[in-house]
């Protein structure tokens, strides 16, 4: 492994780890958020159903994964820095 790949490695190790901690600060957020809704919605699973959650924390999950999906893709699959 030379020295470009290397720091090609560091870079998109950089950016998910990125991803990760901004997702987690983003699910702290809507935790925190989220405690006091009063509509509540069931999700159903296919093979189950969840407790009765905020409608809120549904929609605020469904985006984090998009962030996170987004986040680890865009590092993960990022040119390799080929000229």
Same mark, same amino acid.
């Given at each position: =492994?030379?020295?470009?790949? &290397?720091?090609?490695?560091? $870079?998109?190790?950089? %950016?998910?780890?990125? +991803?990760?901690?901004?997702?987690?600060?983003? *699910?702290?957020?809507?935790? $925190?958020?989220?405690?006091?809704? +009063?509509?509540? +919605?069931? #999700?159903? %699973?296919?093979?189950?159903?969840?407790?009765?959650?905020?409608?809120?924390? #549904? #929609?605020? =999950? &469904?985006? *984090?994964?998009? #962030?996170?999906?987004?986040?680890? +893709? &865009? &590092?993960? %699959?990022?040119?390799?820095?080929?000229?």
């Amino acid at each position: =492994m030379n020295g470009k790949e &290397a720091e090609l490695m560091l $870079l998109r190790l950089r %950016l998910f780890m990125g +991803s990760v901690i901004g997702t987690f600060v983003l *699910l702290l957020m809507l935790c $925190l958020g989220s405690q006091n809704i +009063s509509e509540r +919605s069931v #999700v159903n %699973l296919g093979v189950g159903r969840t407790v009765p959650l905020p409608q809120g924390f #549904v #929609v605020g =999950m &469904a985006i *984090l994964c998009g #962030v996170f999906s987004g986040g680890a +893709s &865009a &590092a993960l %699959l990022g040119p390799n820095g080929d000229d």
